[in-house]
């Protein structure tokens, strides 16, 4: 029987996962390359018998790109969710880490995109498991299950000036806050995207340095769907 390495990872992916992940595929395609460069060698033996080589530097080159190149990526369309200026949400100062969360999903709420009762379930989460949300440094993706009051697929972001404590393991203060409600397996889909962004210091950067909620909403909406 062949014994196959599981990779476990959380359902909403978190700063580790991204990085097992990483290593798991970095590894395979160095050995992928090696492979190829194998295989180069073997190539190389059969022109040279069969053939008059009259540029070997750029035979060896072509070969070696063609046999290391990897293949293009497949382009997958990420579906739209309710996402849009008014779903912006910035503050100078908050005294709890409950406010914060409240005060993207009231946005949410406001637009029918949520039942109250979400609100409450990804605060008595957090209460339960701790601050597991925070999935980088000053970082919180809140979100609950779809059967906690989901309405409608759609996104909040909450940006804070003065940053406030989760309690949590990277011990900074946590200034940017999306706000996900989640419903179809399409737009959960964006989660992976969402981590791509978060990982990204740049892109976080220029969210958080935004000046306005149009501004905001473009960086981030761009930086999803790019």
Not at 19 to 32: A, I, P, R, W
Not at 198 to 213: D, F, G, M, P, T
């Amino acid at each position: 029987m062949t014994s196959k390495k599981i990779i476990r990872i959380h359902s909403y992916l978190q700063k580790e996962d991204m990085q097992v992940l990483q290593e798991h595929f970095q590894m395979k395609l160095v050995t992928n390359r090696k492979q190829a460069i194998d295989k180069f060698s073997e190539i190389m033996n059969i022109i040279s018998e069969n053939t008059q080589i009259t540029n070997l530097s750029k035979l060896e080159l072509d070969l070696l790109d063609v046999l290391t190149k990897q293949p293009k990526k497949e382009h997958i369309e990420l579906p739209e969710i309710e996402f849009k200026e008014q779903l912006i949400v910035t503050k100078k100062h908050v005294n709890t880490w409950q406010q914060a969360i409240r005060l993207g999903t009231e946005v949410l709420f406001q637009t029918g995109c949520i039942e109250k009762r979400y609100t409450e379930k990804i605060i008595q989460n957090l209460k339960a498991f701790g601050p597991y949300m925070v999935i980088a440094p000053g970082i919180v993706l809140a979100h609950a299950s779809p059967k906690d009051g989901v309405l409608k697929d759609s996104m909040a972001v909450t940006v804070l000036e003065e940053g406030i404590s989760f309690f949590d393991r990277y011990g900074e203060p946590v200034r940017l806050i999306f706000t996900l409600a989640f419903e179809s397996k399409e737009a959960r889909r964006l989660v992976e995207q969402l981590m791509k962004v978060v990982l990204n210091e740049e892109q976080v950067s220029r969210i958080l340095s935004a000046k306005s909620h149009k501004d905001i909403y473009n960086y981030t909406k761009s930086a999803i769907y790019e």
